[in-house]
């Protein structure tokens, strides 16, 4: 875990390193997928919003940048950074090993997690009291996750004989979990939460299992991407972040969505 570890290094140095860096005038492209609601999502009028795109316009604000927003579907979204087609990533990518050998991230922004919702009537019993999973338990059972995702790569790691449904969005999924095409699926509790449990066609399901963070497949956050071998810009975030955190920003933006904030505090004195 020593590249995760390099992360926290990284950002103590980084409010010194942004603030004097005169501001930029440059207009930077962010990729987010678009219909991640609440994270990022058009409204009913087309405009973007979500606390990603919160995230985003702070950044850009301080470090004096404007940004220019990208939608791209989940599954391409590391190789269209890779391919030039934007220079960030802000949409709710977690910060693990494996991306690491690809991209390099700021400091964290967000918590990362993962539940599974399933129906309330079902009894799944698939953890036990120590919060680990009973392997026998999902037999017979499908699980929809979103494609590329870190509940993908959890799953395959964790419970390799599961049988998975992959799912390109999140709302394809709520409704196959409705219609009975899937018996639980695993995606963000704080989106799980607001999208589908806390309405009307939510009525009947439940968490299903407690909040899984293991750093190995979830990292240690969420972050911003950026391509590799562009350390002055990585600083630039990552003292961006540091401020909204300190700044109360990042809590304001959070509960504009959620009645909590999602980021920990600690990460600010990193």
Not at 51 to 68: K, M, P, Q, R, T
Not at 144 to 159: P, V
């Amino acid at each position: 875990m020593k590249r995760l570890t390099g992360i926290f290094a990284a950002a103590a140095a980084a409010l010194t390193v942004g603030s004097a860096l005169p501001a930029s005038a440059e207009t930077l492209r962010v990729g987010m997928e678009c219909t991640y609601a609440p994270f990022n999502y058009r409204t009913e009028s087309g405009e973007l919003a979500g606390y990603d795109v919160d995230v985003a316009n702070g950044v850009a604000a301080i470090i004096g940048a404007d940004l220019e927003f990208v939608c791209q579907q989940w599954d391409g979204m590391i190789p269209a950074l890779l391919a030039n087609k934007f220079d960030l990533i802000v949409a709710s990518m977690s910060i693990t090993n494996d991306r690491l050998e690809k991209i390099d991230f700021s400091s964290p922004y967000r918590d990362s997690v993962g539940r599974l919702v399933g129906s309330s009537d079902a009894d799944l019993n698939l953890f036990d009291d120590a919060g680990k999973p009973i392997a026998e338990n999902f037999k017979g059972l499908r699980i929809g996750l979103e494609r590329a995702s870190t509940y993908e790569a959890w799953f395959n790691a964790t419970l390799p004989d599961a049988e998975t449904v992959l799912y390109d969005g999140n709302e394809a999924m709520y409704l196959d979990l409705r219609n009975g095409r899937v018996d639980a699926i695993m995606t963000n509790p704080m989106k799980a939460h607001l999208r589908f449990l806390a309405t009307e066609e939510g009525s009947g399901y439940e968490f299903v299992s407690p909040a899984i963070s293991e750093v190995e497949y979830f990292g240690v956050g969420v972050g911003i991407g950026l391509r590799q071998g562009q350390p002055e810009l990585k600083a630039r975030l990552d003292g961006a972040i540091k401020s909204l955190i300190n700044d109360g920003k990042l809590t304001e933006y959070a509960l504009k969505y959620f009645p909590f904030p999602i980021h920990n505090e600690e990460w600010g004195d990193s």
